[in-house]
């Protein structure tokens, strides 16, 4: 099966190399010629523009772009994806982006005779490295059966949420809670040390009863709770800040949409907003705990 | 051993029950005569006052009393529990109350020569009947290791969590985290029902992504997720939503009083308590989903 | 002077008819032929498509359209206005939408050669038909010169905010601060008169103090406290719940682009939002006190 | 007729000279010996403690101090003004603090003889200074008559604001609303700014429509908006953040104790809080444009 790859970021150029390794052809194109070159190296086929890749016809075509402002750019119009592919082709775009625009991408797609899934995954480039991605995925039970091997290669989890746009549904609407738990965290941890306990002992505490979540757990925000988090090395490395805000600014923009209130969630996007322009937006989403410590 | 007891509401009447079956003599008042008469059916020693429940010179007293105005008018002053015991006591306070007036109260009652302890607790009045309270407990190590085998009579896990007021600091902190938790799932699945998704699906998914938290997981907000969760009987029994209130009150006034901002728990608070003014008080918490979804 | 009208709404209708007042030639279009016809009485002519507006030839073109996806599709595109006439046009979009879209919009006139300014209202159906409106208005300053006398037939205020854009931006900024001041007064109110004062008294005090402004001076969301106030006959009439919950709508998103914090604008927008969805957004937008009283 | 005055700080001290000047019979105290000795030099008697001012039994007892733990402390309890005083006196609190406690003062001064107001005052040690203070006064309208001319002395604007408390409710009331509102200009500046918007021309256009308020004409937060305003020389002076954020948290709390929600006031609380933590909290209250612009 010939597989065609566009977008060779930090997701997507790990992504596009495991497809390699298990086995797939493929054709690749990012507007990165050095992102191309390396995966090219690998064994893909390189292609010097979106047009190059669309000649050589892949029966599947998988997109990883940053924005829905891309998706829309690269698919939709007179010059996109959906009217200059020549044949039917199977359409799997990973991008986190918002549901409306994939279920007006979907659409156009199945009006044009493609197939298209909408798959966002999490798991961060460690995942997208060691293929372990997590993959939320809209569209029919069928075309979900028919992409699952394509999808393993990359990834570990495929959560099929129902129809087209429900995989960005389920991303936004577990990212919103996570910006939202991650926040909490921080305030209780804060405010249970500046209330004189130790820190230690207080996520303990709370990793036993019912304020437990990942971000306690898993990604606890105070420093040196937890050995291996971000917290314990300055904040580095883990899912940015500034990504973060993005997809909780993808929520609200989905619930105004919906007419949805999401109170805590715009308050969540708020605060990573004002984080951002002090200048922390690189840093793990986990370092948000900064507004609540003294310096 | 001879233990007094004060404070026989939905809580206090159980974890005294609780230790008349473990073996307790028990010394009992309360302002109903009804809830003394109870116990006293059972066994304890009915006392028609504070005073004689000094009187009786237990060597343990246990209190359990609704809000820290409590606590401390019986606790302090001239006519205070502290001045009038004749001789040294071990001081138990099981109410929730802010750590400040915790802290006062024990700091007194050391000060006059008695030891105390805070060890406010969770798992509601199920957990008090079937002795399986959650107790947080401020107070030296020495202190506890003397309560221990009393603490055990009336719930499963006794968690040390440092100095006195340590025990109000956890609940608060762990409570604040819970109620935010509680509002941002409600957000996040209203959310994503509202967008299209099916909410047994998307509970599944966030259950096992990083959005997963005690309140999606064993007390889901949206109706007919969990069979047995109070959002699925109409959201009666359970820990009440004003209950909630006042101990997302707690959280934000000893936020104030430390000086440590609280963004979230503050809104938090405030969605309860528009959340109450609109008549919803009495139902579980988790009906917060209300503020979110259509009539 | 021939002006060209399109979008004869509720604001656009009465504009129009202004226009005719003040001797101008003009030629209308809307979806509704109603609308259309009503014009046609007064003197217009009427044009039966965007095709048969742009046939007529018209000086100046002015829209008055809901939302940024109709000012887009009317102007942009192969078969949008921009492309379409015929002959260099002065263009004037009074539409409300955000700043971002209103530039691109206005780039896109100018490099086809046509004028352009932005000129969003304030004032209301009541302004529009007494030709008392307020116009923000962006662009060049010989532009405006040359639009003052159009926009004067309809209007009284007529402010420069700057460049293309600025209007829009103008009208954002000040109605997002609308939307925080009205529930701030609805707070203070309702806080004020549970705490045991007079309405009135209060009203009068915050009028003469730091508090004061236009929502507490003008219209004060408190049942009976200004006789002509929407909240003195029910909330009906006045600026629609959910117009400003579009408005802070797109506030906060033009925040979101700019990367600009928006705490408390964005709270007021989820407040409309909660209270749209409780089903009040037809009325005055003072209403929002109704979250904040016990029915 | 023999005025006592407790409480000579910031405020009180400027406030009890202009009662000398105006020509009563002056007798102070303060924990400070030095703000009592400057005070004797210009003709005031002073006392050496509370019992010195009881002891000099002044007909009209006022009182300015920091917060309700210190009035209450004054006034209250055995060795307290309203036990102490051998004759009824006239007490007159001008502290800003919560109306429960205001009302719990004024309710066991009534019960022991005394009569009394709550005073409270805005205008800063500026008015203070100046005599231009203006005092927000709860009790009965016979009360406030006879103390007219001595608040006069003190003041240019006497409000009566009904019952005992409500000069307190009053205060609270108000000062909410100029948080919100700050906050609110703050962030209507910083987001049209970065919309492109000129600061000037953007204050000009609010300050004449419905966003218009005492804090966008009076104490606009941006910088050389307003030549004489804080924002134009690095905000010093002014009303400081730290007061406002008390001011706030005593809204706050006396809508929990009301059982009222406060959405805004809230978060406007939790930014101040946010920002004192950030070290600001010397800095204008109009600071807290801070958090929205870029270092």
Redesign the interface.
Known sequence: MHIGFLGLGNMGSPMASNLLKAGYQLSVFDLSSNAVAELAEKGAQACASVQALVAAAPDVLISMLPAAVHVKGVYLGSEGLIEQLSKPTFLIDCSTID?HSAREVAKAAQEAGHRMLDAPV?GGTTGAQAATL?F?VGGSADDLQYAQPILQAMGK?I?????S??GQ??K???????G??M???A??????V?????AK??A???N?????????E?NNPYPDVLENAPASRGYSGGFGSDLMLKDL?L??????L??????????????Y??F????HGSLDFSAIIK?????
Chains 1, 2, 3, 4 share one sequence.
């Open positions: 549901p999490s997590t939320m989890n959560t099929h949420c129902g129809d746009g429900n549904v389920a936004v609407a577990n990212n919103m809670l996570l939202i738990s926040v909490g965290v305030e209780a941890m804060a405010l249970g500046a209330l004189g306990m130790d002992v207080l303990g505490i709370i036993t009863s019912s304020g437990r979540c990942w971000s306690s898993i600014g929520a609200t923009e989905a619930a105004r919906s007419k949805q209130p999401v109170m805590l969630g715009a308050a969540a996007q708020q605060l907003q004002a951002s322009l002090q200048g507004l609540y410590l003294k310096e």
